[in-house]
């Protein structure tokens, strides 16, 4: 191979790699990043957590554009809980809320939710994954 | 193929789907899930997340037990943030905290965090992922 092929072929791999991670940061940039945080009637604790857990299980399976849904309930106080929400990008989200899933789920817990708080957040690494 | 030998096919076929789906569940359930709620000096905002970026791509890229460390700051008060923590188990973690990045981290921002707490969770679906 001469000088010039390796020249010209290092260098289509450097712009491949550039355009691909500078593509995916984009995408990632236009994503919608929230953690919502829930207080539930502790005495509707288990039934909450059955329509939680089918609407998020729902929404991995069948919205490509629901990135994850992230539930953690606090040790201390059970009834307390925050969601890591990441959507692909805001029009995924919009789609989200219209979803017969998600309407079950809004519709079904509307008792039980005692208090709840939208935060609207960036996230340090766009790109972040769990292992 | 004989039935004996379909029957017996299936039957493997089943017992491995469940045992390493029991695997990837008993895994996941010695995870330590945490939320760290940070308050940052306004005045130090940009250099605590220069040290945070830092800490969080050496835990993730060193160590294996380290599985995220997903920081996202309030849109409406930017100086507060958020961490979902997780580890493989709890000695992933004490093993975290001693790494050279960790301390590198605590000592270089402890002038710098204002309020620190530190919520210990419990995932719905312990082996939600980010798509």
């Given at each position: 191979m001469t000088r010039l092929k390796i020249f010209f072929l290092t260098f289509s791999i450097v712009a491949i790699c550039i355009f691909s991670n500078s593509k995916a940061y984009a995408q990632a940039?236009?994503?919608?990043v929230r953690l919502a945080k829930l207080e539930i009637d502790s005495t509707h604790l288990q039934s909450y957590k059955i329509f939680l857990r089918e609407e998020i299980e729902a929404s991995i399976k069948l919205?490509?554009?629901?990135?994850?849904?992230?539930?953690?309930?606090e040790v201390n106080k059970p009834n307390h809980l925050t969601?890591?929400?990441i959507y692909k990008d805001k029009k995924a989200y919009e789609k989200h809320i219209k979803t017969p899933h998600f309407k079950k789920y809004k519709e079904g817990t509307k008792d039980m939710v005692?208090?709840?708080e939208l935060v609207e957040t960036l996230p340090l690494i766009p790109n972040m994954k769990i292992k």
């Open positions: 940039q236009k994503q919608m919205e490509k554009g629901v990135l994850t849904l992230y539930a953690v309930f969601i890591l929400e005692k208090a709840l």
